[in-house]
């Protein structure tokens, strides 16, 4: 069975974005780069909610094509332009970048079959509102939270207050030079 997993950039206080979507607090280098790549290696679908789409096919399809672009923008571009892209959303939004799939319907029922389906893990990329889904439905099998040394006060929260209780199992920690904490957990099953 493939597993669902969830990579977030959180602040301290559980904020994904600022009130007005506003992401220049995260954190990201290539130290942060080098212990995610474990991610993409594991995967071979990336999955989005609409606006988290949007922005990366905006960017990644040519990332690797600019004269400047880092390692990292290589490897990332590389390893996401060949992947399977999974976009859910209600509206109809360009899905021309090459490997994308719209789910609109059935959210949940449409993720239960990917998992029992061949294949390497589905990562989830940030997508709140879509990661709230998948929580509710006790579909994410591993948490990778990217704790950043911010208190924002408001914005749009990674966790809800209609979630269902959730237990964890601890697998991995890091501190990363930048003050971020890297948490890596599993969803542990009665």
């Known amino acids: 069975m493939r597993n669902l997993v969830m990579l977030e950039h959180v602040s301290l206080d559980g904020f994904v974005a600022g009130p007005q979507g506003e992401m220049d607090w995260i954190g990201v280098d290539e130290e942060m780069f080098d212990y995610t790549a474990r991610l993409t290696d594991a995967a071979d679908t990336a999955v ?6 949007q922005m990366m096919a905006y ?5 690797a ?14 390893w996401v332009n060949a992947a399977t892209k999974i976009v859910v959303s209600r509206t109809d939004p360009d899905i021309s970048w090459p490997g994308t799939r719209l789910i609109a319907a059935d959210v949940e029922r449409t993720f239960e079959t990917l998992k029992q389906q061949p ?6 990329i940030g997508s709140p509102g879509l990661a709230q889904t998948l929580l509710r439905a006790d579909l994410v099998d591993q948490f990778w939270v990217n704790v950043n ?4 006060g408001a914005g749009i929260p990674l966790f809800g207050p209609d979630l269902p209780r959730l237990d964890l199992e601890l697998l991995d920690s890091r501190v990363f030079a930048s003050g971020v904490v890297g948490l890596h957990y599993r969803r542990v099953r009665t």
């Open 48 to 53: 989005y909610g609409r606006v988290t789409y």
């Open 59 to 63: 960017y990644w399809p040519t990332a």
């Open 149 to 152: 040394p911010v208190v924002l």
């Open 119 to 124: 294949g390497r893990d589905l990562l989830l």
């Open 65 to 78: 094509d600019n004269p400047d672009a880092t390692r990292h923008d290589v490897d990332h571009a590389r």
